[in-house]
């Protein structure tokens, strides 16, 4: 089945930056666009960055245009979200989620999701 | 981006009655081409990621209790989980896919009166 597994987060300083990763299994990865979406400790979900099956296609929310960068490793099923100038706000379980489009086209909602990571900026 | 928002933020409900969560966006959702509606909902459970449940308004997605059904169209969307059992005690969240940024509604969390 549908397994995805992020990378440990961390403590991390305002400033400075982390890369988090998500292994995918159970299904074929080269033909899945793949999400970020994080949820703030006791708040709502945000959706953050997308890359498409072939890593050619990127959209980031506004709150981390800039500063986050998405890609991915087909050879590896796997998938990175690189976040630098990191901020107080960005604190936040960061979940890697499966968009149920196959190639062409995703459809920008999320079939699977991993278990999540704990990132936390702070001095 | 499109405002997703739903109603009500708290909603308590006795065992085997109907739960009724109410989302609305800010701009239809619907693409013509298709006249697909493009609005999910998830379930989470505390210490748990989110669960699909619901994908294009109403299509239940496999595994998913027939009790919960999605419907609405173009910007006004429920939600209903119908003789409410102990274990869908959760916070929902509708989502609209209509745009290459999507946005959630801030969450309905359900708990049993």
């Known amino acids: 089945q549908v397994q995805l597994v992020e990378s440990v987060g961390g403590v991390v300083q305002p400033g400075r930056s982390l890369t988090l990763s998500c292994v995918a299994t159970?299904?074929?990865?080269?033909?899945?666009?793949m999400h970020w979406v994080r949820q703030a400790p006791g708040k709502g979900l945000e959706w953050v960055a997308v890359?498409?099956?072939?890593?050619?296609?990127?959209y980031f929310a506004d709150s981390v245009q800039g500063r986050f960068s998405i890609s991915r490793d087909n050879s590896k099923n796997t998938v990175y979200l690189q976040m630098n100038s990191l901020r107080v706000e960005d604190t936040a379980v960061y979940y890697c989620?499966?968009?149920?489009?196959?190639?062409?086209?995703?459809?920008?909602?999320?079939?699977?999701w991993g278990q999540g990571t704990l990132v936390t900026v702070s001095s | 981006d499109i405002v997703v928002t739903q109603s009500p933020g708290s909603l308590a409900v006795s065992l085997g009655q109907t739960a009724t969560i109410n989302c609305k966006s800010s701009?239809?959702?619907?693409?013509?081409?298709?006249?697909?509606?493009?609005l999910t909902w998830y379930q989470q459970k505390p210490g748990q990621p989110p669960r699909l449940l619901i994908s294009?308004?109403?299509t239940r997605e496999s595994g998913v209790p027939d009790r919960f059904s999605g419907s609405g169209s173009e910007t006004d969307f429920t939600l209903t989980i119908s003789s409410l059992q102990a274990e869908d005690v959760a916070v929902y969240y509708c989502?609209?896919?209509?745009?290459?940024?999507?946005?959630f509604g801030q969450g309905t969390r359900l708990e049993i009166k």
């Open positions: 989620a499966k968009d149920p489009g196959s190639g062409g086209s995703g459809s920008y909602y999320f079939e699977k």
């Open positions: 159970g299904f074929t990865f080269s033909y899945s666009g």
């Open positions: 890359i498409s099956y072939d890593g050619r296609v990127k």
């Open positions: 701009q239809s959702v619907v693409y013509r081409g298709n006249n697909k509606s493009y």
């Open positions: 294009w308004a109403s």
């Open positions: 989502q609209q896919h209509a745009s290459t940024r999507p946005t």
